[in-house]
């Protein structure tokens, strides 16, 4: 790592670390926090076992002054993060594992794989109570709904990140990081699937979508609304999503090594078929459209969309507005093109569907199911 990050890293941190201690009354006077609901939870220290997962981001970034824009994303160690958010001791035994270094515009199936065996070996162990994720912002709507997907216990999993990196001037992460360990140590976080908190707010995998490219209130759960909200580590919970995941997902990456080539192509005016047929001769499997309002392209796109499906690829009609549900039949034909609906999922959120149905089956029927459901 760059001499210039190291030292404003170890500047801000330092800082933060000794703000918090000072801010820290010797002996605390809180009364002692309620018994977890699953007692095998609860290590000797009392306090609930969260295992802090980092993948990198922002929230791992460092800029070279506390008010430069520019960074280099996960450049600080979990180690790091958590000594820079001394309270986390208050909320739970917290340990840390550095899953991958990488801002999440580098994400990938290798590392989703890695991390999605990993959440689920660590939630097997009686002793972990739930799990926090740091994760950069870009494709945090991905992972979280993968994760909300592949992993398979009730017990919490929360994906956090920032805007600002960590030695920015008002940087976002530690707040985050503290509100995310108190979610996964939080006995009534289970059972409502992968969440992510960013800015106070609770969302599900299913929902959050990132809406903003630099403010700090930039997720959304849009529609669907949040699973909660959370103050300075006390939570306040809204409802439970209702769409399938974790524990009743049939969705496995049990020695999966790879996961099949989805593609997203984004419609617009004048939309050519070639990018279609490219994506195609490249190896995609599967292909999601970004379509213009619900679901729709050009009709040489569409005539391309034949071929394609003729070929044995799986096409599904997802939308690039950002908001309502795709469902099947209506500006299209999907019984007689052999093309899925969406329904509430976003392109992004539609690819990562498609890449684990496809590690089950091809028939579209089968595949418009899980859209239904998931
Ligand atoms: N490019 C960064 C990332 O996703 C942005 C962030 O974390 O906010 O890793």
Known sequence: MNRRYVSAITAALLVAAAVASAATPAKSTKP????AAASTAKPATGKPKVIIVATGGTIAGAAASQTEAGYQSGAVGVDLLIQAVPQLKDLADVTGEQIASIGSQDMNDAVWLKLGKRVNELLARPDVAGVAITHGTDTMEETSYFLNLVVHSDKPVVLTGSMRPSTAMSADGPLNIYNAVAIAADPKARGRGVLVTVDDDIHSGHDIVKTHTTDVGTMSSGEAGLVGATLFGKNTWFRTPSAVHTKASEFSIDGVSTLPRVDIIYAHANMSPDIITAAVQNGAKGLVIAGVGDGNMTAPAVEALKGAIAQGVVVVRSSRTNGGIIRRNIELNDDQLGTVASMELNPAKARV???????????????QGYYDRY
Do not use: E, R
């Open 32 to 35: 002692a926090a309620k018994p």
């Open 353 to 367: 569907l498609l890449q684990l149905a496809l590690l089950k089956t091809k028939d579209p029927k089968t595949i």
